[in-house]
């Protein structure tokens, strides 16, 4: 198994430029989690899925942050329009079913700066 | 709610000296604790977990972690330190008694294993 995939590795975009960032999770994996990581604020849960449906998002920091999971097999987090706050490394994570007794895998992250 | 403390930022000792990596946690249900570990540039990788049976839990590395439920502890633990170890160190709280999977990480730990 290839692991969770995201990509890009890392994203450099100007103020105000969309960005998107991609998740390919586990095969088989039923819930999916988007984190964010500074040295200010450690590591923040953004967002997660269960069987593909939003459970919560309420760790989404504002109106430019989107994510959909479209299919098992694919994410998006979208920021529309970035800004230099934004700046930070973005980890997906996936789980297998029955979420309790088992930790995430991880992505290796997409560092994102936006100038 | 769930929270999730480790009191250091940096824990520093000497190669084949003992480790402890402090966690306490807070969940109302049962909890089901984890330590995943992350290198410079990497994604979080999971290191072991408690979620029920014997207090004592031995994970990757020689690693072991100490369930304490009277002081709502969760110590990562080493006999004998590796530079290699050299690491982020975040412990994690589920509650078990929720149907959701959401982890709630601590603020991380930086182990700097000297030679």
């Known amino acids: ?115 | 709610a769930q929270s999730v403390a480790q009191p250091e930022d940096q824990v520093n000792v000497a190669e084949g000296n003992p480790l402890t990596v402090k966690c306490t946690y807070s969940v109302s249900g049962n909890p089901y604790l984890f330590w995943y570990v992350q290198y410079p540039n990497r994604g979080l990788q999971f290191l072991l977990k408690y979620i029920t049976g014997d207090n004592l839990v031995k994970g990757s590395y020689g690693f072991e972690a100490e369930f304490n439920k009277s002081q709502t502890s969760f110590h990562l633990k080493k006999p004998s330190a590796l530079v290699s170890d050299s690491a982020l160190y975040f412990c994690a709280v589920r509650d078990g008694s929720s149907n959701t999977g959401k982890l709630i990480f601590g603020q991380g730990t930086t182990l700097q294993v000297k030679p």
């Open chain 1, 1 to 115: 198994d290839a692991g969770v995939i995201q990509s890009p590795r890392h994203e450099v975009t100007e103020m105000g430029q969309e960005v998107t960032l991609r998740c390919k999770p586990i095969s088989g994996h039923n819930s999916l989690f988007w984190y964010r990581q500074t040295m200010m604020r450690g590591l923040e849960l953004l967002i997660y899925f269960n069987n593909n449906v939003p459970i919560d998002d309420s760790g989404m920091p504002e109106d430019r942050f989107s994510a959909k999971m479209p299919n098992a097999s694919f994410s998006t987090l979208k920021i529309q329009p970035s800004e230099p706050r934004d700046s930070a490394v973005y980890f997906c994570a996936s789980s297998t079913p029955g979420t309790g007794a088992y930790g995430y895998t991880f992505g290796s992250g997409t560092r994102l700066t936006v100038v």
